[in-house]
């Protein structure tokens, strides 16, 4: 009976093992969807931490991205070069694209691959500060070398001077397209892929399909899924932060990592219109604190949003321009309020809360500006509220005025006893020394005609109605 148990236990270890190992071998796989910004370089920096920690033996970046921010996508690439698992970037599925930010992060990778009908490329920089981007097409005519003549490895068949150029614009846009035109040359080389490509990817905005960026030396691989990547990609030698390691992908586990909670948080605060409705919540609820002191409920959730909203743009390119806009437009429509202009404060604050949210997010990057219908919105919003209130202080300075001279004149009152020249009225229950051209009887109805000093003068009410006609007519 022993001598069986053994056998069945040598048995079962000596199919298992295998299989043990196969299922130690993982391949993690983080999904790049949308546009790439903070929330994005902190869901790749957790997903090659917990590589590195689980020993997976590769990491899949499966990208479908229209670009992104420049910050990003820097500290999406150090970290690929400073890990030691090697980084495969596949664009896909079909219809997927590696625009912009995503070529310069599937240059950096150790492994790129592409699915069929998916494009790369497009990787000019968009330039910051409001002034759109350099326009595809071509570049500085003293820029141009003799090592831009090879037609065949760049991907052009056009000849040197039938391509597009450009005017080479200001020294800043120089200096950024130089920059970026450097960085992605210096990818390429430390990947072997096709610099040239490459560069005129930067400079003339080019793109390309994965089958020509196959045969362009742009991407080792052209697979149709994530299993099939790691068939290709097996056996392949790739240099890493560690030294050279030779990819053990083939029958290795797949496992997709989702996001956590910080970074869906990250994600939704970092979103353009979440943060600017958070700025404007914020601000909103404090002012209406203020005017109401010991509500409570809109300080602390204005207070909560706008720290919300703070901590949201140091993660975003803002325009400081544009923030001075938008609080010199809310103060206008705030002294609208409390000083009535007869919308004069309150129209040109509108203005400038437009201009100033059009302004806000100092860059073109897709994904990264505020929707022109919540700006739209918002506006039309306060501008209903601006109306409001200089309707209502249109209203308040044309009603007559109550108190003084202006509600004692007009007034109707009546004569306590007999008099002459001069006696006392009951004037909206008070008793006053009156003076008058007629002589009157007590109880009779009057008129008060003028005043002077404490005294009124009075007139009978039919006398005081006649004369008001014949102004009148």
Not at 21 to 27: E, H, N, S, W
Not at 68 to 84: E, F, H
Not at 116 to 132: C, F, H, W, Y
């Amino acid at each position: 009976m022993l001598k069986n148990v053994l056998a069945v236990l040598l048995l079962y270890l000596a199919t298992a093992l295998p299989l043990g190992a196969d299922t130690d071998r993982l391949a993690l796989v983080l999904d790049v969807e949308g546009p790439i910004g903070p929330a994005t370089s902190h869901f790749i920096a957790g997903g090659l931490k917990t590589a590195e920690e689980r020993n997976a033996v590769v990491v899949i970046l499966r990208m479908d991205t229209p670009g992104g921010l420049d910050s990003a996508m820097r500290d999406i690439i150090k970290d690929i070069l400073a890990t030691p698992v090697p980084v495969a970037t596949w664009v896909g599925p079909d219809g997927a694209r590696a625009a912009s930010a995503g070529t310069y992060i599937l240059y950096a990778s150790h492994v790129a691959a592409m699915a069929p009908a998916t494009n790369l490329g497009a990787a000019t920089p968009v330039q910051i500060g409001g002034g759109g981007g350099f326009p595809p097409g071509g570049q500085p005519e003293q820029e141009e070398a003799a090592d831009h003549n090879d037609e065949a490895a760049n991907g052009n068949d056009a000849a040197p001077e039938e391509r597009p150029r450009r005017d080479p614009g200001s020294a800043t846009e120089r200096k950024v397209l130089e920059d970026a035109v450097s960085y992605i040359r210096g990818l390429a080389e430390l990947r072997g892929r096709n610099a040239d490509w490459a560069e005129k990817a930067v400079r003339e905005a080019a793109s390309a399909s994965s089958s020509e960026a196959l045969e362009l030396g742009v991407i080792e691989h052209r697979v149709s899924n994530l299993e099939a990547l790691l068939e290709a990609m097996d056996g392949q030698t790739v240099q890493t932060s560690v030294g050279e390691v030779t990819l053990d992908t083939a029958g290795a586990t797949l496992e997709v990592i989702e996001p956590d909670w910080r970074t869906q948080l990250l994600s939704v605060l970092t979103n353009p219109n979440v943060a600017y409705m958070l700025m404007l919540i914020g601000i909103y609820g404090i002012i209406f604190e203020l005017m109401n002191p010991g509500s409570l409920v809109p300080g602390v959730l204005g207070a909560i949003c706008l720290l919300l909203a703070l901590f949201a743009f140091q993660a975003l390119p803002i325009s400081y321009a544009g923030m001075a806009l938008i609080l010199l437009g809310l103060g206008f429509m705030v002294a609208e309020a409390f000083a009535p202009s007869f919308g004069i404060l309150g129209i040109g604050g509108v203005i400038a809360f437009i201009l100033g949210s059009i302004m806000l997010f100092d860059t073109d990057v897709e994904g990264f500006q505020v929707s022109l219908g919540l700006i739209v919105g918002f506006g039309i919003a306060s501008l209903v509220v601006v109306l409001g209130i200089a309707t209502m202080a249109l209203r308040a300075w044309r009603r007559p005025r109550k108190g003084g001279r202006d509600s004692i004149v007009g007034a109707r009152c009546e004569a306590v006893s007999d008099f002459e020249h001069k006696g006392k009225v009951r004037i909206q229950g008070e008793l006053w020394n009156a003076f008058t051209d007629e002589p009157v009887k007590a109880g009779q109805a009057l008129v008060v005609v003028d005043m002077e000093g404490l005294k009124v003068k009075v007139a009978p009410a039919e006398t005081a109605s006649h004369h008001e006609g014949l102004q009148h007519t």
